[in-house]
């Protein structure tokens, strides 16, 4: 089983734009094939979190991706732009410094934008560990975090 919440959002992504998923009761057991074993209640904030919005189609209803809210992303620039302190980045790992007891708080919001160039966060008290999805990607995430940060 896999717990990483990036993880199991990036493959309810996934699976919502590649196939119909008409109720949360599918979405759960497509999860579940995949080694995600989560309830209905975790699906329903992951589908909100994934920008996922129930659509009427000809055959029914189902699950689209829309966009990532901007809420998520101003909720990340708000984060960063108050507790990053400094950001670097070196292969495919990028470490953001923060203020002591300060690092949850930008790894929650950087898991809630659900960025595709993001693998996962692992926060300590006063860090936080992102893993960037391509194998030289820190550099270009490392942009991307200043500038949504205002610290470019």
Do not use: Q
């Given at each position: 089983m896999n717990g990483s919440t990036?993880?199991?959002?990036?493959?309810?992504?996934?699976?919502?734009?590649?196939?119909?998923?008409?109720?949360q009761a599918e979405a759960v057991a497509r999860l579940a094939t995949e080694g995600f074993e989560v309830s209905q209640a975790t699906v329903s904030r992951d589908l909100d979190a994934v920008g996922a919005v129930k659509v009427t189609t000809g055959d029914g209803t189902r699950y689209r991706i829309g966009p990532v809210p901007a809420v998520r992303h101003e909720e990340l620039s708000q984060r960063l732009a108050g507790f990053a302190e400094r950001i670097d980045g070196s292969g495919n790992l990028v470490v953001i410094h923060t203020p002591p007891g300060a690092a949850h708080l930008v790894a929650g919001a950087l898991d809630g934008a659900s960025l595709p160039e993001v693998l996962g966060t692992v926060a300590g008290d006063d860090t936080v560990l992102v893993v960037a999805a391509a194998s030289r990607g820190a550099g270009k995430l490392v942009q991307t975090l200043e500038t949504l940060g205002g610290l470019a």
């Open positions: 990036a993880a199991r959002r990036r493959a309810l992504r996934r699976i919502v734009s590649e196939s119909a998923v008409s109720n």
